[in-house]
């Protein structure tokens, strides 16, 4: 039975229970909680054949994370869905209900009426590789924070020492720990990882830290089709409202991936001096007046669409690529 003709099973998603909302054999609606754990979830999706039924299941990080793979794993086709899509598609239905089980049920109508695609899984070593990057940057964010507080306690004229020596006996653990996850790295790397990673290295003014966590959060590009989806997912796409006689842009579409973001930022400072695209785009805004900051989100949103297209293309970035081309022709 192909995607379109099978009955969608929406999960409301919450830390201890699911709240699951399907139609039964003879069409009446039903909704059951679930526990959150592995048995309950696998003796549920037990019920139901995975040729006839779908999973659309809210998108809520890692509370949603079990039964996705589960379902996976058994052979459903499951969709992860986003919050804001329900909230917004919950209001153009004018449902004025707010509980799990009428949430569940407004998922399913979502996945009945849209058909989102299929959740594509990270591979295991991208899945691990992801995990240490995220203790790596929870490692710095501490280290940062023990500096900041060592570096305030030293302005204490009655230092105690006993305290200082805590402060610095930490700091130094922390460095150890973040040397031991930096030489974890590199054995979670394959080669087609090392090859699609030193092809984003190439792009001027993107790093080692950038590029693995541009990696590990889109699985290397594999999930997008386009540029442009890739620069939303990130919250890099510029947005414009216009009604009649009124047209303004109120800003760029902020979505998740806050981290990752505030990278690329750091990366268009180097960006402007020696991308040569990056460097025209950005003194072209100016010259039109923009301001500094708008300039450097376009010249991430720029970065973004180079890193797409070097590795779609599976090429190294070439400064002159364009010029090149046209003398070429």
Same mark, same amino acid.
């Given at each position: 039975?192909?995607?379109?003709?099978?009955?969608?099973?929406?999960?409301?998603?919450?830390?201890?229970?699911? +709240?699951? %909302?399907?139609?039964?054999?003879?069409?009446?609606?039903?909704?059951?909680?679930?526990?959150?754990?592995?048995?309950?979830?696998?003796?549920?999706?037990?019920?139901?054949?995975?040729?006839?039924?779908?999973?659309?299941?809210?998108?809520?990080? $890692?509370?949603?994370?079990?039964?996705?793979?589960?379902?996976?794993?058994?052979?459903?086709?499951?969709?992860?869905?986003?919050?804001?899509?329900?909230?917004?598609? %919950?209001?153009?239905?004018?449902?004025?209900?707010?509980?799990?089980?009428?949430?569940?049920?407004?998922?399913?109508?979502?996945?009945?009426?849209?058909?989102?695609?299929?959740?594509?899984?990270?591979?295991?070593?991208?899945?691990?590789?992801?995990?240490?990057?995220?203790?790596? $940057?929870?490692?710095?964010?501490?280290?940062?924070?023990?500096?900041?507080?060592?570096?305030?306690?030293?302005?204490?004229?009655?230092?105690?020492?006993? +305290?200082?020596?805590?402060?610095?006996?930490?700091?130094?653990?922390?460095? *150890?720990?973040?040397?031991?996850?930096?030489?974890?790295?590199?054995?979670?790397?394959?080669?087609?990882?090392?090859?699609?990673?030193?092809?984003?290295?190439?792009?001027?003014?993107?790093?080692?830290?950038?590029?693995?966590?541009?990696? +590990?959060? =889109?699985?290397?590009? *594999?999930?997008?089709?386009?540029?442009?989806?890739?620069? *939303?997912?990130?919250?890099?796409?510029? @947005?414009?409202?216009?009604?009649? *006689? #009124?047209?303004? %842009?109120?800003?760029?579409? @902020? =979505?998740?991936? =806050?981290?990752?973001?505030?990278?690329?930022?750091?990366? %268009?400072?180097?960006?402007?001096?020696?991308? +040569?695209?990056?460097?025209?785009?950005?003194? @072209?805004?100016?010259?039109?007046?923009?301001?500094? #900051?708008?300039?450097?989100?376009?010249?991430?949103?720029?970065?973004? @669409?180079?890193?797409?297209?070097?590795? #779609?293309?599976?090429?190294?970035?070439?400064?002159?690529?364009?010029?090149?081309?046209?003398?070429?022709?």
């Amino acid at each position: 039975m192909s995607k379109l003709s099978k009955k969608v099973i929406g999960v409301d998603v919450g830390a201890k229970f699911l +709240t699951v %909302s399907f139609t039964d054999n003879v069409n009446q609606d039903q909704v059951f909680n679930i526990q959150n754990n592995q048995r309950s979830i696998l003796s549920f999706l037990k019920k139901f054949p995975t040729e006839d039924y779908c999973l659309a299941i809210e998108a809520t990080g $890692n509370y949603s994370s079990r039964i996705l793979h589960l379902s996976l794993d058994n052979g459903f086709e499951s969709s992860l869905i986003n919050c804001m899509s329900v909230k917004y598609f %919950s209001r153009m239905k004018n449902i004025i209900s707010k509980t799990d089980a009428e949430d569940a049920k407004v998922i399913r109508l979502y996945g009945e009426i849209f058909r989102p695609e299929v959740y594509i899984p990270k591979s295991i070593e991208i899945e691990h590789l992801d995990q240490e990057i995220k203790l790596l $940057n929870d490692l710095e964010e501490e280290k940062r924070r023990y500096s900041v507080k060592l570096k305030w306690l030293r302005y204490n004229p009655q230092l105690n020492p006993n +305290t200082e020596k805590h402060y610095e006996k930490r700091l130094k653990q922390l460095d *150890k720990e973040i040397r031991e996850v930096e030489m974890r790295l590199p054995q979670l790397q394959d080669e087609e990882f090392r090859e699609i990673k030193g092809l984003i290295q190439s792009v001027s003014g993107i790093g080692e830290k950038t590029s693995l966590q541009l990696m +590990t959060a =889109t699985s290397g590009f *594999k999930n997008f089709d386009s540029s442009k989806s890739l620069v *939303k997912y990130f919250g890099l796409a510029p @947005r414009i409202y216009q009604s009649g *006689k #009124k047209s303004y %842009s109120p800003g760029k579409c @902020r =979505t998740s991936k =806050t981290h990752i973001r505030s990278l690329l930022y750091v990366c %268009s400072w180097t960006a402007i001096k020696h991308n +040569t695209q990056c460097k025209e785009l950005y003194l @072209r805004l100016l010259e039109k007046g923009k301001p500094k #900051k708008l300039a450097l989100i376009a010249v991430c949103n720029k970065l973004l @669409r180079i890193c797409f297209g070097v590795v #779609k293309n599976k090429t190294a970035y070439q400064q002159n690529f364009q010029k090149n081309f046209k003398i070429l022709t």
